[in-house]
């Protein structure tokens, strides 16, 4: 099972605490830490590790901003979620400048948001383990890079220099800055100039190429050159460059003056022999004899492979045996059964008549080399693994605003391929009231940074939040920027504003106090300002004890008040009255009703309600009915007529006959 993700979950709201660590321990591999303050949790930080901080925004003391500052200074890249009910824009902006990996906002219903948070802290902790992979991939590249014998450098398909080592610096007599500057025709001696661009471009067609070039060192001096290169991309190409200048005279001192060979070669750090048509060694180096832990002269006699191979047999595709049958020089890559590759090159030696008398055999380990061309490989396939896996769109300019790269996520953004993206311009996608301010963004990217941006695709503007980061490459500088689609949330949060205008005007200006509550009917989050001229109360005093409004209905009211809020847990409307006690001792009369919000999944989430004060007109219906009953009870006759005289009402007191006759429209004033 995979070991947990340590989550520290900072809140002021010690129920909000309880319910996410619920949530993301059953929901998933977590363990979660709880802190109620900004400064718990710097606490807890200083004495444990974490995997990822999930902080509230608005807490006393230090908020979550604050809080996130705090943590990037000092403990570094952890990954932050800012987990809060504060909506406003600029808060999101804030966030993200100050280093927050994503931002989310509180609210509806839990399920919801907390399966949301889990992917954005899953999310946010893959993608911190794949950056410190690909960074420990960077940093061996370049150790071994650094520390390579021979020149290594990485050309574009211009033949542009756009890396080069120390060793490549050392053998050219160029500075970094000058080889940068460089193409690889500007080292080449002319008479090798043919030779370098047929090498070149074999090496962009098949992927491979091996030659042997004349370049002209900084001094002016001739220096030959063993180049091997392969391609890395379709616009890449890693070249190892072996300075053979000694190599070559060792062949010219091989046909002139034996004790200049024995001088030069024994100074040779590659392994050098001189073989007759049975393979056995005339000479050999002092490097080479070293390499078997003999000396030169116990060299001679044995056979080539006897000492590095197997005695019994020459080695398979054996580049000496190959020499004295074309009486050419021939070259192989050789992969010995001890795990170690050798670069092995024949070349034949003639006597005066043009007789072929021998071959010298030069041999290179080149283990290590080909063991950084393996990491370099895979450094770039897990960057383009990386690259175009990102979820997030990838864009890459150079610094006059060309595009030249973006991921597969970029490329839907922008609703493009990639040969017509590649073609195109920042300002290509930027609205015609933002491309000027657009082009002066670009120009001043010199530090990393966080900015919204504008893209105008299709006649549709879309909105992204980019994170900038310049690069400096080798001869060239590029602006990378990895983005966050915030367009439909922009759109939402748009309509949510003027929903939420909306509803305050509504709720602020009506008489009736509008309230909302959780299924537990009684615990009110929310009530309009109405609700503090009704009840007497401040809202503050509300929130603070949502019981404080049952505490103020009259004490002969609450007991079925309470009984009637029990049977409407179950789900139904309700519609009830009610009295309630003002602090000053004044009682109102309260007509309240409430129905419940159902989510999608047919689940209650919150009951919302109008509770109107009807004091007055309960006033009113008292006052009719002592009207009423003091006209039924009185033993006198009293009547009761309209404007023209006719009797409308009488009260039963006459029992008379003739008094039952004044019913039916009599006039008063003809009698």
């Known amino acids: 099972m995979a070991t947990p993700l340590r989550v520290l979950y900072v809140d002021d709201e010690p129920d909000l605490l309880d319910v996410g660590k619920l949530f993301l321990e059953d929901s998933e591999n977590f363990t979660v830490t709880t802190a109620l303050s900004a400064t718990d ?168 190429a091996c030659s042997e070039l004349l370049f002209r060192h900084k001094d002016g001096s001739l220096r030959h050159w063993l180049v091997d290169a392969v391609r890395l991309s379709p616009t890449r190409v890693l070249g190892f460059t072996k300075d053979i200048t000694t190599r070559k005279l060792v062949e010219e001192a091989l046909r002139t003056s034996e004790g200049q060979k024995t001088a030069v070669l024994d100074g040779i750090t590659t392994n050098i022999a001189f073989v007759d048509k049975d393979l056995k060694i005339l000479w050999a180096n002092r490097f080479a004899a070293e390499s078997v832990n003999k000396s030169p002269a116990e060299m001679v006699g044995h056979t080539c492979h006897a000492l590095w191979a197997d005695p019994a047999r020459p080695c398979e595709n054996c580049p000496t045996l190959k020499v004295f049958e074309t009486k050419h020089s021939e070259h192989i890559i050789q992969h010995t059964p001890d795990g170690r590759v050798w670069d092995e090159r024949g070349e034949p030696v003639f006597d005066e008549n043009g007789n072929l008398i021998g071959v010298v055999e030069i041999a290179q380990d080149i283990t290590e080399r080909q063991r950084m061309e393996e990491v370099l490989k895979q450094s770039e396939k897990k ?205 109102r009369n309260i007509w309240d009703r409430g129905f419940p919000i159902r989510d999608e999944k047919g689940q209650i989430s919150i009951y919302v309600g109008v509770a109107t004060d009807i004091t007055e007109r309960k006033r009113a219906e008292d006052a009719l009915q002592l009207k009423d009953f003091a006209i039924e009870s009185s033993i006198n006759a009293i009547a009761i007529a309209d404007l023209s005289g006719n009797l409308t009402d009488v009260n039963p007191a006459p029992t008379s006959t003739r008094h039952s006759s004044l019913y039916g429209g009599t006039n008063i004033g003809r009698k």
């Open 383 to 587: 960057y383009r693994t990386l690259f175009e896996g990102a979820l997030n769109p990838i864009l890459i300019a150079d610094e006059e605003g060309r595009y030249v790269d973006a991921n597969a996520a970029a490329l839907v953004f922008l609703e493009t391929e990639k040969e017509e993206f590649i073609r195109k311009t920042v300002w290509d996608y930027s609205p015609q009231r933002l491309i000027e301010e657009q082009k002066h963004e670009h120009s001043a990217f010199t530090e990393p940074r966080t900015l919204e941006t504008v893209y105008s695709v299709h006649g549709k503007e879309k909105t992204l939040i980019l994170n900038v980061l310049p690069v400096d490459m080798p001869g060239k500088k590029y602006v990378i920027g990895i983005g966050q689609d915030i367009t439909e949330r922009k759109k939402m949060e748009e309509v949510h504003r003027e929903s939420e205008e909306r509803f305050r005007l509504i709720t602020e200006t009506i008489d009736e106090a509008f309230w909302m509550a959780d299924v537990e009917i009684g615990k009110i989050f929310y009530v309009s300002p109405s609700f503090e001229r009704i009840w007497g109360l401040s809202r503050e005093i509300l929130y603070k004890n949502p019981r404080s409004f049952l505490d103020a209905v009259h004490k002969e009211d609450r007991e079925r008040v309470l009984a009637e809020l029990e049977i409407e847990k179950t789900g139904q409307p309700f519609d009830h009255e009610y009295r309630i006690v003002q602090p000053d001792g004044n009682i």
């Open 41 to 208: 949790g710097i606490h807890l930080l200083e004495q444990e590790y974490f995997d990822a901080i999930v902080s509230d925004y608005q807490m006393p003391g230090m908020d979550g901003i604050q809080f996130l500052i705090e943590v990037r200074a000092r403990f570094g890249q952890i990954p932050f979620i800012l987990f809060t009910g504060k909506g406003r824009e600029e808060v999101v902006i804030q966030a993200i400048n100050s280093g927050a990996d994503f931002y989310l906002q509180k609210g509806g219903n839990p399920s919801a948001q907390f399966a949301e948070l889990i992917h954005k802290v899953k999310q946010a902790t893959s993608r911190k383990k794949a950056e410190a992979a690909l960074r420990e991939s960077e940093k061996r590249y370049h150790h071994y890079i650094d520390n390579a014998p021979d020149g290594v450098f990485i050309a574009d398909e211009m033949g542009r220099y756009l890396e080069v080592n120390p060793a490549a610096c050392r053998i050219t007599g160029y500075e970094n800055e000058e080889l940068l500057s460089m193409h690889i025709p500007d080292l080449l001696a002319p008479e090798s100039l043919e030779a370098g661009a047929k090498n070149f471009k074999e090496v962009i067609e098949s992927g491979h």
